[in-house]
């Protein structure tokens, strides 16, 4: 079916406004009347149908504005409708707010040729300008503020608003002000600082040599002189001299000034003046033949320390002392489980691997005077055991001191002949390991 639609009357538009009267504010009704002939293919519609009416912002496209559906509406025989729009879904100012608004009828599904523009009605242009007006009318002019005129001059401030604009104005008076700590309010509404509270800004300075005693209000300083007789005092460490203040090299050690850099060569001593003293390090004992030279309580030692091999072939650390009494520590460390592998000598005792990875053996020829060696053993799972062995004078070895020693990981020797003791702490490497490190402390009388 084609829908054809014929305006009798154009849509009239008042829109949801107000009108004022002295004896109140009214609303306008929120429907519109909307009169038209409806036809299909030249012939009047007639009879009950489903009519729809929507708003849109646009003739054609756009989203509908407002929609209303009047279902079941009856069409006379002549096909002329007469429908209040907004009876359902009332009409606001929001929505007829003066922009082009147009009406699309549909029925029974079936829209309309064409949308139709919503029109104003010839008195209801004014009515909103009446509206307001009229609203204004139910209120006297006192009611209202009218525009500001005129201004207050210089010094003063606007105490009151009339109601026809004009100003009533007044002098500021320092009565409105109160100056605080620090502070002075003058005649004219100054306000300045009050130097007998306040410190005025420093404005100058010192002479060289000399510093601040004292600061007046006004800023202005007091300077003394710097003596550096009265004013410092050197402290430990330090010496004083014509206001300098030095390090006193006589108490406080010097920078070092020169190094040991030649190799195998250590710091012995540092003197005052930052001076170092070099000597030759001491090889542990397991390391080739080496000559040091010490200066023990002021006496210059040379071939203080001449020590041996595992191979046992060297001479015995005692041979090359001199006159030497003290105490060297050394490091120890055998490598293989050799036997006659040299693990720790005195002068006259020699404790030799006997070639079983953890066994040892005292070896010694026949003796000029009584010797001893004592040994604790602690094994892999912590039992401790003692080796004490005893040789007369002229007693020759060698004696086995823990040849069943394959558990046994930790070993302290105590190698003693007159004049000459030895003392070895071994740790070896594992149980069933060929290898022992360690150190040793030599106590020498010769």
């Known amino acids: 079916m084609k829908l054809t639609i014929y305006f009798i009357l154009a849509l009239a538009a008042l829109g949801a406004s107000t009108t004022a009267h002295a004896s109140g504010i009214d609303t306008a009704p929120g429907t519109m009347a909307f009169v038209a002939r409806l036809s299909s293919s030249g012939a009047p519609v007639t009879g009950v149908h489903d009519i729809q009416l929507d708003l849109f912002a646009a003739d054609t496209g756009g989203a509908t504005l407002w929609t209303e559906d009047h279902s079941g509406f009856s ?27 147009f009406l699309q009828i549909t029925i029974d599904g079936t829209a309309s040729d064409a949308r139709v523009r919503v029109e104003s009605a010839p008195y209801a242009i004014r009515a909103g300008v009446c509206g307001d007006a009229d609203h204004l009318q139910s209120h006297p002019v006192s009611d209202l503020q009218l525009r500001l005129q005129g201004a207050c001059g210089t010094g003063q401030s606007i105490q009151s608003i009339n109601q026809d604009g004009s100003l009533t104005c007044e002098t500021d008076q320092n009565t409105l002000f109160t100056a605080g700590a620090g502070l002075t309010l003058s005649a004219g509404n100054a306000f300045s600082a009050d130097f007998t509270a306040v410190q005025k800004r420093v404005a100058n300075t010192c002479s060289a040599n000399q510093y601040i005693t004292a600061i007046a209000a006004d800023g202005s300083l007091t300077c003394g002189n710097d003596q550096s007789g009265t004013t410092f005092t050197a402290g430990a460490g330090l010496q004083l001299a014509g206001g300098v203040l030095t390090v006193d090299t006589g108490v406080v050690q010097h920078t070092l000034l020169t190094s040991c850099s030649a190799a195998g060569q250590a710091i012995s001593a540092v003197d005052n003046a930052g001076s170092v003293t ?104 912590g039992t401790a055991s003692a080796v004490v062995k005893e040789m007369a004078t ?53």
């Open 75 to 101: 069409v006379p025989t002549d096909g002329v409708v007469f429908i209040d729009l907004g009876v359902l879904t009332p009409l606001d100012g929001t929505l007829l707010d003066g922009t082009a608004r």
């Open 394 to 446: 002229g007693d020759a070895g060698p004696l086995a001191l823990f040849a069943d020693a394959a558990h046994v990981v930790f070993a302290h020797c105590v190698l003693g002949t007159v004049g000459h003791t030895t003392e070895v702490t071994l740790h070896r490497l594992g149980q069933g390991a060929a290898v022992w490190t360690g150190f040793l402390t030599s106590t020498l009388s010769q």
């Open 278 to 381: 070099c000597v030759s390090e001491i090889a542990n004992q397991n390391s080739s033949s080496q000559v040091a030279s010490f200066s023990i309580a002021g006496t210059g030692r040379s071939n203080l320390v001449r020590t041996g091999t595992e191979s046992g072939t060297t001479d015995a650390p005692g041979a090359n002392l001199g006159g030497y009494d003290g105490v060297v520590h050394r490091r120890a460390e055998s490598g293989t489980a050799t036997a006659g592998n040299v693990v720790a000598k005195t002068d006259a005792l020699s404790l030799q691997r006997d070639g079983s990875t953890g066994g040892m053996t005292l070896v010694f020829t026949a003796l000029a005077a009584p010797a001893s060696a004592e040994c604790t053993l602690v094994a892999a799972n």
